[in-house]
């Protein structure tokens, strides 16, 4: 065989085999291919080994299954009160279809991304600025349904929607500020009242708290002098009825008792103002006793007497019948 011939041989074998391997297609992880064959959508190939048709099927479109992030710039929007302000948000979104994705618009990245910034004019329009301000997750969920809804088609799957920054006019940050300060100052004012309410409430409590114990102690002081006086009182009592009851068990004779009674009688009669009313017993015990008879010139001491004989009265008023009043006695 001649050299040239061996040399044509060769050269055949290395375009085969530098054809061969560039024709072997590794698809990493979480990416698939869109392969074409002679410009017709053939097959979408997963991650793996893939060997391709050489100058008859063609890798249409790489696609990544990864998520990822749009972030739009700020764009001015009007909002429902006419007023304009510059929001500008970030989309979170992956495809879920390569074919779907490469087929179903010219370039889904930037139509999504024109898609988001209508749908956010949309929603904002409807709202006020006070309700943007402070409607962050309204917004945010309503643009993730819209634009998941609307990028089906297209192989993209729409994570979520997040608002970035709301931006409104110089002159009505202003005016927000300047609200923002009052309400601060009406929030101080407000908290220094209820403060000096609560320290008028509390001195008046306290107040009110001493005068109540106050006057539980000045009445457990009235129960106690009255317990102690009502003791006293028992006590003395229980002390007279002891006396008499050792009296008792003495046996003492009638005289010891007509002394006693003397004795309550003289006490009875220790002052210029007392009147004293004797019962009926008394006087009889007094007169049966020697020592008061003979003292008093009652009982009977006198009997065996003589009664001095009486005194005869002539009224001066008759001369001629004088009438005598025996035991009259002017």
Same mark, same amino acid.
Request: net charge negative; charged share 30%.
């Given at each position: 065989?001649?050299?040239?011939?061996?040399v044509?041989? %060769?050269?055949?074998?290395?375009?085969?085999? =530098?054809?061969?391997?560039?024709?072997?297609?590794?698809?990493? *992880?979480?990416?698939?291919?869109?392969?074409?064959?002679?410009?017709? +959508?053939?097959?979408?190939?997963?991650?793996?080994?893939?060997?391709?048709?050489?100058?008859?099927? @063609?890798i249409?479109?790489?696609? &990544?299954?990864?998520?990822? $992030?749009?972030?739009?710039?700020?764009?001015?929007? %009007?909002?429902?009160? /006419?007023?304009?302000?510059?929001?500008? &948000?970030?989309?979170?979104?992956?495809?879920?279809?390569?074919?779907?994705?490469?087929y179903?618009?010219?370039?889904? $990245?930037?139509?999504?991304? /024109? !898609?988001?910034?209508?749908?956010?004019? /949309?929603?904002?329009?409807?709202?006020?600025?006070?309700?943007? !301000?402070?409607?962050?997750?309204?917004?945010?969920?309503r643009?993730?349904?819209?634009?998941?809804?609307?990028?089906?088609?297209?192989?993209?799957?729409?994570?979520?929607?997040?608002?970035?920054?709301?931006?409104?006019?110089?002159?009505?940050?202003a &005016?927000?500020?300047?609200?923002?300060?009052?309400?601060?100052?009406?929030r *101080?004012t $407000?908290?220094?009242?209820?403060?000096?309410?609560?320290?008028? =409430?509390?001195?008046?409590?306290g107040?009110? *708290?001493?005068?109540? !114990?106050?006057?539980?102690?000045?009445?457990?002081?009235r129960?106690?002098?009255? *317990?102690?006086?009502?003791?006293?009182? +028992?006590?003395?009592?229980?002390?007279?009825?002891?006396?008499?009851k050792e009296?008792?068990?003495?046996?003492?004779?009638? @005289?010891?008792?007509?002394?006693k @009674? +003397?004795?309550?009688?003289?006490?009875?009669?220790?002052?210029?103002?007392?009147? %004293? %009313?004797?019962?009926?017993?008394?006087?009889? &015990?007094?007169?049966?006793?020697?020592?008061?008879?003979?003292?008093?010139?009652?009982?009977?001491?006198?009997?065996?007497?003589?009664?001095?004989?009486?005194?005869? +009265?002539?009224?001066?008023?008759?001369?001629?019948?004088?009438v005598?009043?025996?035991?009259?006695?002017?």
């Open positions: 065989m001649k050299p040239f011939a061996i044509i041989l %060769i050269l055949v074998i290395v375009l085969i085999l =530098i054809a061969i391997i560039r024709n072997i297609i590794i698809v990493p *992880q979480a990416m698939q291919f869109v392969v074409e064959r002679l410009g017709k +959508y053939n097959k979408t190939w997963e991650a793996g080994l893939h060997l391709k048709v050489p100058f008859i099927e @063609r249409a479109k790489r696609a &990544s299954l990864k998520e990822q $992030v749009l972030d739009t710039p700020p764009q001015p929007v %009007i909002t429902k009160d /006419n007023v304009t302000i510059q929001i500008d &948000s970030v989309v979170y979104f992956h495809i879920f279809d390569a074919k779907l994705f490469a179903g618009a010219h370039d889904p $990245v930037v139509a999504l991304e /024109n !898609l988001s910034a209508t749908t956010l004019r /949309n929603i904002v329009g409807e709202l006020t600025l006070d309700e943007s !301000l402070t409607s962050r997750d309204t917004i945010n969920g643009l993730t349904q819209t634009l998941d809804e609307a990028t089906d088609r297209w192989g993209i799957k729409v994570e979520r929607v997040e608002l970035k920054n709301i931006i409104p006019p110089a002159e009505i940050r &005016s927000m500020e300047k609200e923002m300060k009052a309400e601060r100052e009406r *101080q $407000v908290l220094e009242a209820e403060g000096h309410k609560q320290a008028v =409430i509390t001195r008046a409590e107040d009110k *708290q001493a005068i109540v !114990l106050a006057a539980e102690g000045e009445r457990d002081a129960i106690a002098r009255a *317990q102690g006086e009502a003791q006293a009182i +028992y006590l003395a009592k229980k002390a007279e009825a002891d006396g008499i009296l008792l068990n003495a046996k003492i004779d009638e @005289r010891v008792l007509e002394l @009674r +003397y004795e309550a009688m003289v006490k009875m009669a220790d002052g210029h103002s007392a009147k %004293i %009313i004797i019962p009926t017993d008394m006087v009889s &015990s007094v007169k049966n006793s020697v020592v008061f008879a003979e003292t008093a010139g009652l009982g009977n001491v006198t009997e065996g007497r003589d009664p001095e004989p009486a005194k005869e +009265y002539i009224d001066p008023c008759c001369d001629e019948d004088q005598v009043i025996p035991g009259s006695a002017k």
